[in-house]
């Protein structure tokens, strides 16, 4: 850990990041790179910028910009001088960004337009103006909102003759503590409007210590991913994790498999971190025998690496459960293969942190290898979800109720099954989605699978998958249930398939979650239209 253990803030890390690691190239950008030096001069200026503007501990500051060294400089600068930051979701359309605006009460929103061409302020009209800094706001829409600061693309943050403070900056740092909120990182399940999970300075610094200490991962590292910094595993387990060891963060505009592959060789990336679908679409990119990956050496896509850092068998790669009430994993698996005794298992609890599993109708706890809720407690846990009393969130011990299940084995060891809901009941069987899934996605032409329970008199449900092709792939029902028929137990492959050309056309929350339930009422009503084979 790059600081004190009993005080984990963001002055303290940037210092000892720019001690550590100094000239070492932090995080790149196309053709901006920054090192961790660079970080804390620019956090600094801006910082004190803030300061103007009346930021002080505890203000909200929305950041509404994509992965780059911009996002990090403002993070930093506002997490040092005690702002609780707000990262917004660069793919919010028009009423979920007021929605979070308003719910977050922020008071300074930092912009960077959208890479693409698209306004981010723009999606606002009413709301916001194309004003700048220079203006107090005062809009009944967004009564807390003051400031709009806008970033232009690849230009500086700020003029290179910004002043800056430091006896001022020094002494407001100085009075940050760990127990202060950092982060409002949004979240939501199927249903409803999204959550605000509030993370403290110590909760994020110390769990991504913990989850960088399970890994190969050091200095020398460039490390690619493209989950957004606005979700908790793109900021704790990427971005932090990979400032805590002084590794270098390779950002890019978007993905693209070519264009990808191409950065990757002439960066020579070291390890690759993402969700499969990722992978898959790298591994499957014509102009893949182009490029040499010989730089990399570890990460979770398969193909990419070597079967002996990423299994071919998706159930002997290393899972660990997670999420944003969590600050990330929960639990931990070490890196590389599991063996077979280990097989489709997530992990044993990670120091700190405690589990229990409890039948979800009683309430009460349940044997070792018996399957019910999972509840978690201890120092990752957030303090709460931001506007709802303590009550209405955690138990009276302490624990939290996580909604998904499971069963921890007598040696601590999780077998994970799905969301509390998501299981699917067909004529008396229980189907995790997610093994019907990850089946699917290992076919050639799958992109990506997501598979429901469909309402069904005889069966009670029927499962159902709704299967996004590649593009030009020549994809038939009747392929997919000869091959899944080797795979899975019959009652497990889907009675329908709905295809898709885009997994946009699907129903999806603002965090970026499958809305199922959303998607079981629209594959119903293919299936009653004969849409659905």
């Not at 019959?490 to 699907?506: D, I, M, Q, S, W």
Request: aromatic share 6%.
């Amino acid at each position: 850990m790059p600081f004190p253990a009993e005080q984990p803030t963001i002055p303290r890390f940037l210092a000892a990041l720019v001690a550590d690691y100094g000239d070492r190239v932090a995080i790149i950008l196309e053709d901006e790179r920054l090192c961790f030096r660079d970080l804390e001069s620019e956090s600094a200026a801006l910082a004190t910028r803030l300061i103007g503007l009346g930021v002080g501990k505890g203000t909200r500051v929305g950041i509404w910009m994509p992965n780059g060294p911009r996002w990090l400089v403002a993070w930093l600068a506002a997490g040092r001088i005690g702002a609780l930051t707000v990262p917004l979701n660069t793919f919010f359309r028009p009423a979920e960004a007021a929605f979070a605006l308003g719910h977050a009460d922020v008071h300074t929103l930092l912009v960077e337009d959208d890479p693409e061409g698209y306004d981010l302020v723009g999606r606002l009209p009413g709301a916001v103006p194309r004003g700048t800094a220079g203006a107090r706001l005062r809009r009944p829409e967004l009564p807390y909102l003051r400031h709009v600061v806008r970033f232009p693309v690849a230009s500086p943050m700020l003029r290179e003759d910004a002043e800056v403070d430091r006896e001022l900056l020094a002494a407001i740092e100085a009075k940050v503590v760990p127990a202060d909120a950092l982060v409002l990182l949004y979240t939501s399940g199927s249903t409803g409007d999204p959550k605000a999970v509030v993370h403290t300075h110590g909760t994020l610094l110390r769990h991504s210590d913990a989850m960088v200490k399970g890994r190969s991962l050091s200095a020398s590292d460039v490390v690619w991913s493209p989950m957004p910094f606005f979700w908790v595993g793109g900021l704790v387990f990427a971005l932090l994790g990979n400032l805590n060891v002084g590794a270098t963060t390779l950002c890019e505009r978007g993905f693209d498999p070519e264009r990808t592959l191409r950065l990757l060789e002439a960066e020579r990336a070291t390890v690759v971190v993402g969700w499969p679908h990722f992978g898959k679409a790298l591994l499957e990119d014509p102009t893949r025998v182009e490029r040499d990956l010989s730089s990399l050496r570890a990460g979770n896509l398969p193909g990419l690496l070597p079967e002996s850092v990423v299994s071919p068998d998706p159930e002997l790669r290393p899972n660990a459960l997670g999420m944003t009430e969590t600050a990330g994993p929960h639990t931990r698996v070490p890196e590389g293969v599991l063996p077979e005794s280990l097989r489709a298992t997530f992990g044993s609890a990670m120091p700190g942190l405690e589990h229990r599993v409890v039948d979800p109708d009683s309430g009460e706890r349940v044997p070792a290898g018996e399957v019910g809720e999972i509840q978690v407690r201890g120092y990752s846990l957030m303090q709460g979800f931001y506007k709802l009393e303590r009550e209405q969130t955690f138990l009276p011990d302490g624990f939290y109720a996580t909604g998904d299940i499971g069963s921890f084995d007598a040696q601590g060891v999780l077998r994970f099954l799905g969301r509390r809901g998501e299981m699917i009941k067909t004529a008396g069987a229980n189907v995790t989605p997610g093994e019907v899934e990850t089946a699917l996605e290992d076919l050639p032409g799958i992109e990506a699978a997501f598979v429901v329970g469909v309402p069904n008199a005889d069966r009670g449900q029927l499962v159902v998958a709704a299967v996004v092709r590649q593009k030009n792939a020549s994809v038939t029902s009747a392929a997919l249930r000869d091959q899944l028929k080797a795979r899975l137990a019959a009652y497990k492959v889907p009675r329908h398939f709905a295809f898709f050309e885009a997994a946009a056309e699907l129903p999806f929350t603002d965090s970026g979650k499958l809305d199922r339930a959303a998607l079981a009422v629209r594959l119903a009503a293919q299936i009653d239209a004969g849409e659905a084979d």
